[in-house]
């Protein structure tokens, strides 16, 4: 064979080798795209790896055991949750308000309005007593909104609200309110409010009254009262402001993820111990726990825990805010108290509880 036919012969061995190589390839690139198609999808079918809780309604007399000592107490310095679930905003007056031989749970106003809003709370389903004292409020405080919160409401009740707003002018609203609870697993329990009746009209309303001007609001009243007291009281400028019309100023409690909350009312002033943005109530209960006897004794005040286990430290005075001649004397009573707790903090934090039980 000559030398040139060995060359071709070498060359089409060569070609034969690099087309088998080629076909290889192929069928392995082939192979490794319809793997990775494969695991794709299945990972696009596969079950999700989170682990997903299942909500579990929680019996309300768990989270509060008491309608006047627990409930009552947590609405009335919550009552941003239903002004959420009404559309309007609701500012206290007062708790346990006397009528005749009864006590109205929770007087607030309307800050839109200056309204009197009467809140009627009831733990249990709906009775004929609690609608009859409803109607004794009524007159007897002058109120133009009533709000009845339950556990269950009976048919006839919810029958009974939608005829008081059938039959009574625009000037009134009743509503019925139905209180739930529930959690995932051992978390904390998370209420729930739902508005069960309320007035046919009320959306209407509502747009209508946000355009309507009525003169000096509640909240443009708290907004002038603190002022004033800041100037006079420059020690109880706080952290933060909260609240219509800033209502309620933070003051920070030292060495505490905690704060001392004054609140302003037009019906009564008041304040409030809780955590600062971010601090859960069961953080600012462990904090309290220890130290519970202490701080009730030197307070003179009863500390409550509810059924969540969440402690509650606060005292309320009754007082006219409308009339600012009652401006000073409330002014001064935020002073001194805030005095008081911050005082009665600054022993308890500085020490173990056993040390500040011993010397109390």
């Not at 990775?36 to 696009?44: C, H, K, R, V, Y």
């Not at 309204?115 to 709370?121: A, Q, S």
């Not at 971010?278 to 701080?295: I, M, Q, R, S």
């Not at 969540?308 to 005292?315: A, D, F, K, R, T």
Request: glycine share 6%; proline share 4%.
């Amino acid at each position: 064979m000559s030398q040139l036919q060995s060359s071709a012969a070498d060359w089409r061995l060569i070609a034969s080798a690099l087309s088998s190589a080629e076909a290889l390839l192929d069928r392995s690139f082939l192979y490794l795209s319809s793997k990775a198609l494969m695991t794709a999808s299945d990972s696009q079918t596969s079950p999700m790896t989170t682990e997903l809780g299942e909500l579990q309604a929680v019996d309300i007399r768990y989270a509060w055991p008491s309608e006047s000592k627990n409930f009552t107490p947590w609405l009335a310095v919550n009552l941003d949750r239903l002004s959420a679930e009404l559309g309007i905003d609701l500012v206290l007056e007062g708790t346990e308000m006397p009528v005749g031989p009864f006590y109205a749970d929770i007087l607030a106003v309307e800050t839109l309005s200056g309204k009197r809003v009467l809140i009627e709370n009831q733990l249990e389903q709906t009775d004929h007593s609690h609608l009859g004292q409803i109607l004794t409020y009524l007159a007897g405080l002058e109120a133009h909104t009533v709000i009845w919160t339950a556990r269950k409401f009976r048919d006839e009740h919810l029958s009974a609200i939608r005829w008081l707003n059938s039959h009574t002018t625009e000037d009134f609203s009743f509503f019925a309110v139905e209180i739930t609870a529930v959690r995932i697993g051992s978390s904390p329990i998370a209420p729930l409010l739902r508005v069960a009746e309320k007035p046919n009209d009320w959306d209407r309303r509502l747009q209508a009254s946000s355009l309507t001007s009525l003169g000096e609001k509640p909240y443009q009243l708290a907004g002038e009262f603190w002022t004033a007291t800041l100037s006079s009281y420059p020690e109880l400028q706080g952290v933060a402001r909260t609240g219509p019309g800033g209502s309620n100023v933070w003051v920070a409690i030292p060495n505490s993820p905690l704060v001392l909350s004054l609140a302003y009312s037009v019906g009564a002033v008041g304040w409030f111990v809780r955590g600062q943005k971010g601090v859960h109530d069961a953080d600012v209960t462990d904090l309290l726990l220890p130290h519970a006897d202490y701080l009730g004794d030197t307070l003179g005040l009863e500390l409550n825990m509810n059924g969540n286990g969440v402690i509650s430290l606060q005292e309320w005075k009754h007082m006219d805010m409308r009339n600012r001649d009652n401006w000073p004397c409330a002014a001064d009573w935020f002073a001194h108290g805030r005095q008081r707790v911050l005082d009665a903090f600054a022993k308890c934090l500085d020490q173990q509880p056993d040390q500040v039980q011993e010397q109390g």
